[in-house]
């Protein structure tokens, strides 16, 4: 008689209590890298505690977390947008040519959210309409919005906004409190009330885990998967602004290389990359930790190649520990 091998699972006897589950969750995690990297931070530099040197801080990380935001819904659904930078150059553009026209700044802020909003629409549309893999067509997208802002802007590049535009990306509501911060603080609320307290938040998570049972459900997948997409474009467009204002020109190079940072905002917050799982507070607390590190590589005058090289094996690292997590774990339980 052959022998039969039998495999032991191992079934808890009782759920962990919310107190545990919190101590223990990614964004305590999380946030205890932030002190850490905050203390760090203070003993390395006698400027980084200065109050204006805080605040010059949030510059290195607002325009880029309010897209992660949105790309967290994105990704969560189980979709992905490369395009997001290439919809900033390709907005602000768009901003420089309304611009030329003699556009004011309520002009200019609409030209920008539109532009936005458009390529966003635009990708859904290929995604949901045509079926096609997300990760595919932004790229193409991505190569195709800032094409065609070298083919408008060449080597040049539009100057002279308004001088009240220039208050979204340098202007401040009070004191050291930035106007840029404000608003990301205001649309982390929003995100997380979106996400987490509505029904639409909970379909987002229902088709990242199984779009075929969401779509027997009743779920409309490809409507709240355009949506998706049109959000992340028209956030990509509030980030157009900012970051115009903030340089106060529109060059094809803007916003250049800001995908990589983006995903790994959303993918170091605790967001699944294969969807499904995640949470705008993990994403919150990343978006801080990497702009503190990014503000403390710059007080010490670390070279901007480094920080693409720290960047790089950190999203390497976080996509690839709770795969190694999750392995080890089944190996031990069998």
Not at 46 to 59: E, I
Not at 92 to 117: E, R, Y
Not at 222 to 228: P, Q
Request: net charge neutral.
């Amino acid at each position: 008689m052959s022998e039969q091998k039998t495999i032991m699972r191992h079934i808890p006897d009782r759920l962990d209590s919310p107190l545990h589950s919190a101590i223990f969750s990614w964004q305590t995690l999380l946030l205890t890298v932030a002190i850490g990297i905050f203390v760090i931070n203070s003993f390395a530099s006698p400027y980084f505690l200065d109050p204006w040197s805080l605040s010059d801080a949030t510059f290195n990380f607002t325009e880029k977390a309010l897209i992660a935001l949105a790309m967290a819904l994105v990704i969560i659904s189980g979709e992905i947008d490369l395009s997001v930078a290439a919809i900033i150059a390709l907005a602000s553009t768009m901003m420089g040519i309304a611009l030329q026209f003699g556009a004011d700044t309520p002009v200019l802020v609409v030209v920008g959210l539109l532009s936005g909003l458009v390529c966003g629409a635009f990708n859904g549309l290929l995604v949901t309409g045509l079926g096609l893999p997300s990760i595919v067509i932004t790229i193409g997208t991505m190569s195709f919005f800032r094409g065609i802002s070298f083919i408008v802007l060449g080597d040049q590049a539009f100057k002279g906004y308004p001088i009240d535009f220039a208050y979204f990306g340098q202007g401040y509501v009070w004191w050291v409190i930035s106007f840029e911060f404000v608003l990301f603080v205001v649309s982390a609320i929003i995100f997380y009330a979106l996400l987490h307290k509505t029904n639409f938040g909970r379909q987002i998570f229902v088709i990242g885990n199984n779009p075929i049972a969401a779509q027997f459900s009743g779920v409309r997948v490809g409507r709240v998967k355009f949506l998706l997409f049109c959000l992340t474009g028209l956030m990509s467009g509030v980030a157009a602004i900012l970051l115009t204002s903030r340089l106060g020109s529109t060059r094809p190079s803007i916003a250049s290389g800001w995908e990589l940072e983006i995903i790994t905002f959303v993918v170091l917050g605790g967001v699944n990359i294969l969807g499904g799982a995640g949470s705008i507070l993990g994403v919150v607390i990343a978006a801080f930790i990497m702009g503190m590190v990014t503000f403390g590589f710059g007080l010490q005058n670390v070279p901007g190649i480094v920080m693409s090289v720290f960047t790089g094996a950190l999203l390497i690292c976080v996509i690839a520990l709770p795969i190694v997590v999750r392995r080890f774990r089944k190996g031990a339980i069998e």
